[in-house]
Antibody, heavy 119, light 108 residues
Framework: QVQLVQSGPEVKKPGSSVKVSCKAS????????ISWVRQAPGQGLEWMGG????????SYARKSQGRVTITADESTMTAYMELSSLRSEDTATYYC????????????WGQGTLVTVSS | EIVLTQSPGILSLSPGDRATLSCRAS???????FAWYQQKPGQAPRLLIY???SRATGIPDRFSGSGSGTDFTLTISRLEPEDFAVYYC?????????FGQGTKLEIK
């Protein structure tokens, strides 16, 4: 049974950075892409980017490029999403999600990490 | 970049009704890489349908997906109380991946 467990809630100041982790258990970490998806309060889902641990390939949404860094550590089966130059509009719940098969539909989700950006 | 537009934004129906949710893509999407998700308040999204018409593990057969090209549909044949939630479509065949803005299915 695949499980994704994310790090806890964060409160950050504008201009700072946050790094959210996503530890996987069960399944084969290297064979399936992991995406990061965020959801601002009361809003829809926004794909930020993803990583394919087996080859280290990373892809970002255009809006994320430049401020988001997504990485994966196979040895610990953990993916990371770091967001820099935080602003108030980055306040959101951040989810990691893993493809349920090699096609890429997001079948497994973490519990979400609330990041609050406030002065 | 593919943009997905869902309609309607809000759908008000009663338990036992049939629900039809639509998603239109700004350009053709391979049906092999199209999904639907359900999200309830305070929960992570849950995969319902992948490859446009395949139900994910544990999803009841009252949920069905169809469509191809630029037009896709999620149908719930007979609504149960637990089906009232927000539904998102997604394409995952080309980067950047994209979600629709969501359809809220509410009790009438």
């Amino acid at each position: 049974q695949v499980q994704l467990v994310q790090s806890g809630p964060e409160v950050k100041k504008p201009g700072s950075s946050v790094k959210v982790s996503c530890k996987a258990s069960g399944g084969t970490f290297r064979n399936f892409a992991i995406s990061w998806v965020r959801q601002a309060p009361g809003q829809g889902l926004e794909w930020m980017g993803g990583v394919f641990p087996g080859v280290g390939a990373v892809s970002y949404a255009r809006k994320s490029q430049g401020r988001v860094t997504i990485t994966a550590d196979e040895s610990t089966m953990t993916a990371y999403m770091e967001l820099s130059s935080l602003r108030s509009e980055d306040t959101a719940t951040y989810y990691c999600a893993r493809a349920h098969d090699t096609s890429g539909a997001l079948g497994y989700w973490g519990q979400g990490t609330l990041v609050t950006v406030s002065s | 970049e593919i943009v997905l537009t869902q309609s309607p934004g809000i759908l008000s129906l009663s338990p036992g009704d049939r629900a039809t949710l639509s998603c239109r893509a700004s350009q053709s999407v391979s049906s092999s890489y199209f999904a639907w998700y359900q999200q309830k308040p305070g929960q992570a999204p849950r995969l319902l349908i992948y490859a446009a018409s395949s139900r994910a593990t544990g999803i009841p057969d009252r949920f069905s997906g169809s469509g191809s090209g630029t037009d896709f549909t999620l149908t719930i044949s007979r609504l149960e109380p637990e089906d009232f939630a927000v539904y998102y479509c997604q394409q995952y065949g080309s980067s950047p991946l994209a979600f629709g803005q969501g359809t809220k299915l509410e009790i009438k």
